[in-house]
């Protein structure tokens, strides 16, 4: 198989960036295949040589720009599970917050068990979520009895639901993340030790204290 030439690589980017930007503005699923060449400056039947639907080609467009995201996440250099798993949290929550439209306009596919291309995003964000925890375990700071892929689990459906672009419309950003943070330290300072728990214990309490009296809780 032929490797592509830097025109056609070019020209991929260019299609990928234009759909991004029209589902920004239009939505998932406000966006046509006549909108996406008119965009990206090729003719319809490019768009379909090269992706075979719209459906794929906005998947691809969502996906590159998803794996990228977490890719950035994950090479984040932190010394602690604990502190990365917060890290993480901190950066989604910004990262919603300052591409809000964009964010809002992939809810449906993001949140939606409707296509196979939303269990790619899931499979995308449990394994981020997951190395922290795995970190953790590392640092033998969980109680022995702890299965680390059940806590997982909990912890990204802990997190996930509440880092969707809809929170952001009801409270400031700063106040979703505290809330996922504050929810996770209650969960985890029943199962870890050492640097661990006291940071989980110190987090809790200064994210009460700041929440406190807030009218959004």
């Not at 997982?152 to 943070?181: E, G």
Request: glycine share 4%; proline share 3%; charged share 30%.
């Amino acid at each position: 198989m032929k490797s592509p030439t830097e025109r056609q690589i070019r020209r991929r980017e260019a299609i990928l960036a234009a759909a991004r930007e029209l589902i920004t503005e239009r939505g998932y699923d406000g966006v046509t295949m006549r909108d996406l060449a008119k965009a990206s400056g090729v003719a319809p039947k490019t768009l379909y040589h090269q992706f075979e639907s719209k459906e794929k080609l906005l998947r691809a467009a969502v996906e590159e720009r998803f794996r990228y995201a977490y890719q950035q996440i994950d090479e984040a250099d932190i010394g602690r599970g604990i502190d990365r798993l917060f890290y993480i949290i901190e950066t989604v929550g910004r990262t919603t917050q300052e591409n809000l439209a964009y964010a809002k306009a992939l809810s449906p596919i993001l949140s939606s068990r409707r296509s196979k291309s939303s269990e790619v995003f899931t499979l995308i964000r449990m394994n981020t979520y997951r190395r922290a925890i795995e970190q953790i375990d590392s640092e033998s700071e969980f109680v022995d009895w702890v299965d680390v892929d059940l806590l997982s689990a909990i912890v990204y459906r802990q997190v996930n639901p509440i880092l969707m672009s809809s929170w952001y419309l009801k409270a400031p950003s700063d106040v979703t993340t505290r809330v996922v943070k504050l929810d996770l330290c209650l969960i985890l300072a029943a199962v870890t030790t050492g640097y661990t728990h006291k940071k989980v214990i110190a987090t809790a309490k200064k994210i009460q204290k700041a929440l406190k009296g807030s009218p959004y809780i």
